[in-house]
């Protein structure tokens, strides 16, 4: 697929994925989620890649929201089909990935364009980030997961005052509260987001990938998340993996994992 709307490059086992609408402010319209949507599928399957960086073009935004004006006539049905499509092909692909997807907000994450960060395992954001779900202001709410995942983050009382004032935080603040990691310099945003997956990339792949699902499951209605993290416990014995990071532990030397 030939991107029209996103950058994307794999370099040392990361790949990397720049939302280039830099003129929108890289708000989100149906081409870019659908060129997303392949690209995550892509780093999904692809052995080489270990992890995965997301960010915006330019200095203003990460993603400032979707693209009003592609569904400002919509009704009901309409809706709920966009809703529906967006966050089973792009959001859920994003949060279920078993590669780590680290979040780079490099300016204004906003509606649609937080609901992409939450998605994603870890967020690091720039010291200038503005961070809200502005939905209610249009007359909407949310759309792609962003009333689950922000209570899921930082608790019903806070979500709920966010999305309800439509207020907008500053980077300082989603520190404060878990919305992100790390806070940085602008210019330090990249290198920091690098330095968390080069750290990730050295550990073992399908134990990486068994505990991005594990913890998942923690949130999912209908699985039992200690069941899951049994199964997955039990799964990592039979890898070559575990023989190798058992094996360089006892002999006391770093081990080289294969994802096997």
Do not use: W
Request: proline share 3%.
């Amino acid at each position: 697929m030939a991107y029209q709307n996103i950058l994307s490059e794999v370099r040392e086992q990361i790949l990397y994925i720049t939302i280039n609408r830099e003129q929108k402010l890289n708000a989100l319209n149906k081409a870019t989620l659908a060129e997303l949507s392949d690209v995550i599928s892509f780093g999904t399957m692809q052995d080489q890649v270990r992890g995965i960086l997301l960010t915006g073009a330019g200095g203003k935004a990460f993603v400032a929201g979707a693209d009003i004006s592609e569904f400002s006539g919509y009704d009901a049905e309409q809706g709920e089909a966009l809703a529906r499509t967006g966050q089973e092909k792009v959001f859920n692909a994003i949060e279920n990935c078993p590669k780590p997807i680290v979040a780079a907000i490099n300016g204004f994450a906003l509606g649609g364009g937080l609901e992409l960060a939450l998605a994603c395992h870890i967020r690091v954001a720039s010291a200038n980030a503005k961070l809200g779900l502005p939905e209610v202001s249009l007359g909407l709410i949310p759309g792609y997961g962003g009333t689950q995942r922000l209570t899921q983050v930082v608790g019903r009382g806070k979500a709920i005052e966010m999305i309800a004032t439509a207020d907008m935080i500053s980077a300082d603040e989603a520190k404060e509260i878990g919305l992100v990691n790390y806070v940085v310099p602008q210019t330090d945003l990249i290198t920091k987001a690098e330095e968390i997956l080069n750290k990730i990339k050295q550990r073992a792949p399908l134990a990486i990938a068994a505990a991005i699902k594990s913890v998942n499951s923690t949130f999912a209605y209908d699985v039992n998340g200690f069941e899951t993290e049994i199964k997955e416990f039990g799964k990592c014995f039979n890898t070559e993996d575990f023989k190798e990071g058992t094996t360089a532990f006892l002999e006391k030397r770093k081990p080289t994992f294969s994802g096997k």
